[in-house]
């Protein structure tokens, strides 16, 4: 084909044009670079070395890795609000993310076929994530109040008596025994029904947007393997779980590694829902919340900018154990 | 070469630090400069929102029409509390702050740390520009005290601005109803609150006695009310959790238990005591306009009244005073005296009357209540009448380094008491210990 | 297409009135699922049109017992309103076209030209989408002071209370970068070598036929920009002191103090608020799906 003998060309002359690509590939990131580097990663360079002094509003004395210490192991108030802060993000990662995509995948599942109001359905899942969470925390102060909130009233409606929601720092699973009169170790409490209002709210935020990335994927699949699958008298389930899911695995993984990027660094969503206290009882306190308490409520910007750092790693460390584990696992279809 | 320059160095910085510890008697002479009467501008960061933005707004228009000295102010609204005071740690770091700013007094501990806030004292006793004695003393003696800092050589480092206090807000129509006085001691509050509690035939509370508060300076107002006090006298630990602090979270717990209070939601309390499904709420004078203007659309009787106390005797009844100050950052000469000339305007009994009366805060001067503005403001709200009268009650919450982590404390411990998750004498014991070692560690 | 996939074999007569039974059991999902993720803006609106007692009635009412338009009128007036929209649409729209040039040209240089550094320069970029935005808020703040102290030397760029401190960090975003270089790469590469033997620079191919075959992109990574730019909060808060050049999210969180407990007046704002970007993604979700779909999520 005449696709084969035009590279040939093109790697001679792109060869020879090397050092005049090069210094135009440059001028087409200048922008890019000199903005990114001014506004994101110069900062970030300056917040490192705040990391490395005692900051107290002031820059103070040297420390060294002992703001990174403190959080870790070396402090006996700090260190223990880490360790804690670091439990309730993990938690509201898993709280989070897998039901996220699990709904998101079977709306986009069935928004994929055609079907009538398709257009409807697609612009109504998607209007909470246009909506800021600021606005929508105005209005999820309602559904979810103790008193005069629309859940309460169709619990009630169920039997179920009236629940405190983003009030309530019990676990869930705490809560669910009790009722049968059943008394759990604190260890098996689970997250407070506070944090999982918070990650209802979250899912609710995201589903439009991981539906769309869903059905972005589900139209790369090629219509192929459907056919191949029915001429073989396999009826839908079997599509689904044999051709659908399989082949659908790289977009699920991506959106598994954005939605915990997404929620490992998430502020606004917890910051809205809880006043900024990280309450009731600190049992929403994510580690990005505990950056803002120890930065901007009590003035200790290396503090603070230490504890950045160590989500930072941790995000990274996060995003290579997913490439590591879950991505082999990935069928990448070619 | 570079060794020269080194002792060079070091002897200026001697010499400085020597100047710098010598004592300073012309220390009042930056207080005691004039204005040339060139336009001098100055810029006040506020948090006030609202009605009272507008009536703050309407005060700097005077100022600035008729100081006759070349002042003009500029008064910005900065958001919230919480985010004036993140703005102005950013701008200190930035060396680009206001002239003025306003701000609590554990906002004014954290910006001395980095020295950048002025004595006020050298400009309220200079002869030249400061106020006469019996000017002095018509302020009242708290709102020097909160203003005075114990840990930075008891200097003035802000001033009294929109000042309120703790107060209980009732409704009227309620406490007729189950006929009943307004409580004046805490064992009357408990049994009235239990007596006005509904609940309707499936056992679902429909009015309450009382909304619980979870801010720390509301449990501070009750342990003042009952008598105790809420740090030691040398200020290295807590005293709040003596009897009277067990007291306080013994009572939630009981009426958390017979349904007679609730944790409300944001600012649900003012609608409720509106709406008639609560009798009694704490909050601040400041929430006066709120439920004025919730009667205004749907009247119903209330007023306010001072806490429920331990003593019948005057003189030792006590509340938690509160609302914020504002300070003055070092600038030029000129901007500092600038900025202390609108404040002490502000603070003359005539705009304080005039203030106190559009913005619903208190009044910083006694002389201020004589002012014909307040009597027609007091004629037509009575509240802001039955608030003003119990100032004298009011004082100041403690300032010390670490006193904002403590709030979190005590929020943490009455939310631990009324949703069950330990019993009162736990609660404040933990808290209490986690207090003392905070403030351990802000020494 | 996919019609088929949900076609049961005829002629299997046991199985005939599935179908229906099957699309209504498929729109019931769809609809409870729909209902709930709708349910918030429901009541938005709804309490945005009641009196202040009915909004705070328990449980809520379905729909107004009357009608209440003036909690609009009510709501704009006492806020400059005007002004915060005009800023935010200022800013939004300039940051996005800005930022949708930098990322065109970015994306490019990555996905179709050949340099030293390339992989290194593309994780650095991504690394910044990685840094909580917190940790990297007072150095920022300190940069846009107009102090020469503060900076250690460096200029700073004494920018508060501006259109360009909203506007310039924000035109260049790694994400957008990323998002065109996957839709670049998923552009047959013959046409890149067909015109270059044309002897088409790279500019002239970029715009001539690069970016009309990348609407979907362009519009994609344009409408998640001006998502951003438009619900921007704590960055426009804290570097404006003045309503001159405050956003409406910034005007929103203020009236949410101011309002109190109106919680009529606080629902009318925000429905005004929230109203345009919702109809903007009404006009332009179609293609949202398509330059998602193009832009090559497969790894």
């Not at chain 1, 200048?30 to 002094?53: C, E, N, T």
């Not at chain 3, 229906?20 to 699922?33: P, W």
């Amino acid at each position: 084909m005449a696709a084969e003998v035009i590279p040939a060309n093109v790697r001679a002359s792109s060869r020879r044009r090397l050092p005049v690509e090069a210094i135009q590939a440059w001028l087409f990131l200048l922008p890019a670079v000199l903005i990114l580097g001014v506004f994101q990663i110069f900062p970030a360079i300056a917040a490192f070395y705040m990391s490395l002094f005692k900051w107290d509003v002031v820059q103070g004395a040297f420390r060294g890795v002992g703001n990174y210490t403190d959080w870790l192991y070396d402090n006996s108030i700090r260190s223990p609000d880490f360790w804690r802060s670091l439990s309730t993000t993990f938690t509201y990662v898993i709280f989070t993310v897998p039901l996220e995509i699990a709904v998101a995948l079977v709306i986009a599942y069935l928004l994929f076929q055609k079907m009538r109001g398709r257009g409807i359905y697609r612009t109504v899942y998607y209007l909470p994530y246009v909506t800021s969470f600021v606005a929508a925390a105005a209005v999820f102060f309602w559904v979810f109040h103790p008193q005069y909130g629309l859940i309460n009233d169709l619990l009630g409606v169920v039997g179920i008596g009236p629940q405190r929601w983003l009030d309530e720092p019990d676990g869930i699973f705490e809560l669910a025994a009790s009722a049968f009169g059943v008394i759990l170790p604190s260890w098996l409490a689970g997250p407070s029904l506070a944090l999982v209002v918070i990650s209802l709210v979250t899912i609710w935020h995201y589903l439009g947007y991981q539906i769309v990335i869903f059905l972005a994927g589900l139209s790369n699949i090629s219509q192929e393997y459907y056919e191949a699958a029915r001429l073989d008298g396999a009826n839908e389930r079997q599509i689904f779980t044999r051709i659908t899911l399989p082949l659908l695995s790289p977009t699920t993984f991506f959106v598994f590694t954005v939605a915990s990027i997404g929620v490992l660094r998430s502020f606004d969503s917890v910051y809205v829902l809880t006043n900024g206290f990280g309450g009731p009882l600190d049992t929403t306190r994510t580690v990005t919340l505990l950056v803002f308490k120890t930065a901007f409520q009590q003035a200790q910007f290396g503090l603070g900018a230490a504890l950045a750092f160590i989500l930072t790693l941790i995000i990274l460390l996060f995003t290579l154990i997913q490439f590591r584990v879950l991505g082999p696992r990935v069928n990448f279809g070619e | 070469m570079r060794v020269k320059a080194a002792i060079l160095a070091t002897l200026m910085l001697v010499s400085a630090a020597c100047s710098a510890a010598a004592p300073a008697p012309q220390q009042s002479t930056e207080a005691d400069i004039t204005l040339s009467g060139a336009p001098v501008g100055i810029t006040l960061w506020h948090a006030l929102s609202g009605p009272q933005q507008v009536a703050l707004d309407a005060m700097v228009k005077k100022f600035n029409e008729t100081n006759g000295k070349g002042i003009t102010v500029s008064a910005l609204n900065q958001g919230n509390y919480t985010q004036l005071y993140q703005k102005t740690l950013g701008a200190i770091q930035a060396g680009a702050l206001p002239e003025l700013a306003h701000a609590y007094e554990s906002f004014v501990a954290d910006y001395m740390k980095a020295d950048v806030v002025v004595d006020l004292g050298a400009y309220k006793d200079s002869v030249k520009n400061g106020l006469a004695k019996a000017s002095q003393d018509d302020i009242y003696k708290g709102y020097y005290d909160t203003n005075t800092f114990p840990q930075y050589g008891n200097k003035l480092l802000s001033w009294p601005f929109t000042k309120s206090l703790a107060v209980m807000y009732v409704n009227n129509d309620v406490l007729k109803e189950i006929g009943k006085p307004i409580p004046k001691t805490w064992d009357e509050f408990e049994a009235t609150a239990l007596a006005a509690t509904k609940k309707d035939s499936s056992g679902k509370v429909t009015r309450y006695g009382f909304a619980f508060n979870t801010d720390a300076s509301y449990f501070n107002a009750q342990v003042y009310a009952r008598g105790g006090t809420l740090m030691a006298a040398d200020n290295k630990t807590v005293a709040w959790n003596g009897k009277e602090g067990l007291a306080v979270l013994q009572m939630y717990d009981r009426m958390n238990k017979n349904g007679s209070g609730y944790s409300p939601k944001g600012f649900d309390f003012q609608n409720d005591l509106a709406a008639g499904k609560l009798a009694f709420f704490l909050s601040s004078t400041s929430t006066l306009p709120f439920i004025r203007d919730l009667a205004d659309k749907a009247p119903f009787s209330w007023s306010i009244a001072n806490l429920p106390q331990a003593t019948t005797d005057a003189t030792k009844q006590k509340t938690v005073q509160f609302g914020a100050n504002v300070a003055v950052f070092k600038s030029t000469p000129e901007k500092q005296l600038a900025s202390w000339l609108f404040i002490r305007w502000m603070s003359d009994t005539d705009q304080s009357a005039q203030f106190a009366s559009t913005s619903y805060y208190m009044p910083v001067r006694k002389t201020a209540a004589d002012s014909q503005t307040l009597k027609d403001y007091w004629a037509k709200v009575p509240q802001g009448k039955q608030g003003f009268d119990l100032i004298q009650y009011s004082s100041p919450e403690p300032n010390v380094r670490g006193q904002q982590d403590i709030r979190d404390v005590i929020f943490n411990m009455i939310t631990e008491v009324i949703t069950g998750k330990s019993t009162p004498d736990t609660a404040i014991a933990t808290a209490a210990t986690k207090s003392n070692q905070i403030l351990k560690d802000a020494q | 297409m996919s019609e088929r996939a949900v076609t049961i074999p005829r002629g299997f007569p046991g199985l005939a009135p599935r179908p229906r039974v099957r699309t209504i059991a498929k729109h019931a999902v769809l609809i409870l699922v729909a209902g709930v993720v709708a349910y918030p803006f429901y009541f938005m609106v709804t309490s945005s049109f009641k009196d202040i007692l009915e909004a705070t009635r328990t449980p809520p009412t379905i729909f107004p017992s009357e009608l209440h338009p003036e909690n609009y009128t009510d709501a704009w007036s006492r806020a400059p309103w005007g002004r915060y929209f005009v800023n935010t649409i200022f800013v939004s729209v300039s940051v996005t076209i800005l930022e949708l040039a930098t990322a065109c040209l970015a994306a490019y240089a990555f996905a179709r030209m050949r340099f030293r550094g390339k992989n290194l320069l593309f994780t650095i970029f991504l690394a910044t989408l990685m840094i909580p935005g917190e940790a990297t808020l007072i150095p920022r703040y300190v940069l846009m002071s107009p102090s020469r102290v503060a900076c250690a030397g460096l200029p700073c760029l004494g920018w508060f209370d501006s259109y360009q401190v909203q506007i310039v960090p924000f035109i260049a975003s790694a994400f957008s970068i990323f998002l065109m270089r996957q839709f670049f790469l998923s552009i047959p590469s013959e046409l890149s070598d067909a015109a270059r033997m044309d002897g088409a620079g790279h500019l002239r191919f970029l715009w001539s036929i690069v970016l009309p075959l990348s609407v979907p992109a362009l519009i994609t990574a344009g409408l998640i920009t001006f998502l951003g730019s438009w619900n921007a909060f704590q960055w426009p808060l804290i570097v404006t002191s003045k309503p001159d050049f405050r956003p409406v999210q910034v005007g929103l969180s203020a009236f949410r103090q101011e309002a109190g407990s109106s919680y009529h007046l606080l629902m009318a704002a925000s429905t005004f608020v929230v109203a345009p970007i919702v109809l903007l993604f009404l006009v332009a979700q179609r293609y949202l799906v398509q330059g998602i779909a193009r832009t090559g999520i497969r790894g």
